[in-house]
T-cell receptor, first 113, second 109 residues
Framework: EAGVTQSPTHLIKTRGQQATLRCSPI?????VYWYQQALGLGLQFLLW???????NRGNFPPRFSGRQFPNYSSELNVNALELEDSALYLCASSTSAGYNEQFFGPGTRLTVL | GQSLEQPSEVTAVEGAIVQINCTYQ??????LSWYQQHDGGAPTFLSY????GLEETGRFSSFLSRSDSYGYLLLQELQMKDSASYFCAVNNRDDKIIFGKGTRLHILP
């Protein structure tokens, strides 16, 4: 069974640009979560999508947004990139009721210059 | 506010037992999860406690005390491959997911 996949692996942008990160969940999983992992700060919860709807979002500005598609894949968009947005962005998936057991993808390393 | 506290680093000897503590403050607490992350890797799920008590999975056990807002991860028969970061995470009634900053476990031969 394929795990959670993310693309691209690495992404380099300049300040002010937009970044789009993609995630495909495990087959049968309807929930997708996005996290930011900056050095030394642990995992910061960004967004939670379930069955195509945004279920919740963390304490991030509106320039962090996303969506979930009918096939449950998801995309994270970061507008007006700032230097401090440089981090590893992790996507995880679970069954709708299984948010306590999340399966993580390998992440996208975003570097903002 | 909502927060989780866990030690930043713990050092133990191969073959020994180590306990990683996690204290939390959140409203409408549902349960406590634990994840392991090796350098350069993705977090992997280890265990979940929704009720008070001990959950055992092989060499790893996790404990929860809801009245004390406290839990811990216990690793037995430590192996060098257990060197990693360990995160506790809570879910609450507002559907917020909060991760701790992680505990770096160093294992000495």
């Amino acid at each position: 069974e394929a795990g959670v996949t993310q693309s691209p692996t690495h992404l380099i942008k300049t300040r002010g640009q937009q970044a789009t990160l993609r995630c495909s969940p495990i087959s049968g999983h309807t929930s997708v979560y996005w996290y930011q992992q900056a050095l030394g700060l642990g995992l910061q919860f960004l967004l939670w999508y379930d069955e195509g709807e945004e279920r919740n979002r963390g304490n991030f500005p509106p320039r962090f947004s996303g969506r979930q598609f009918p096939n449950y894949s998801s995309e994270l968009n970061v507008n007006a990139l700032e230097l401090e947005d440089s981090a590893l962005y992790l996507c995880a998936s679970s069954t709708s009721a299984g948010y306590n057991e999340q399966f993580f993808g390998p992440g996208t390393r975003l570097t903002v210059l | 506010g909502q927060s989780l506290e866990q030690p930043s680093e713990v050092t133990a000897v191969e073959g020994a037992i180590v306990q990683i503590n996690c204290t939390y403050q959140t409203s409408g607490f549902y349960g406590l999860s634990w994840y392991q992350q090796h350098d350069g890797g993705a977090p992997t799920f280890l265990s979940y406690n929704g009720l008070d008590g001990l959950e055992e999975t092989g060499r790893f056990s996790s404990f929860l005390s809801r009245s004390d807002s406290y839990g811990y991860l216990l690793l037995q028969e430590l192996q060098m491959k257990d060197s990693a970061s360990y995160f506790c995470a809570v879910n609450n009634r507002d559907d917020k997911i909060i991760f701790g900053k992680g505990t770096r476990l160093h294992i000495l031969p």
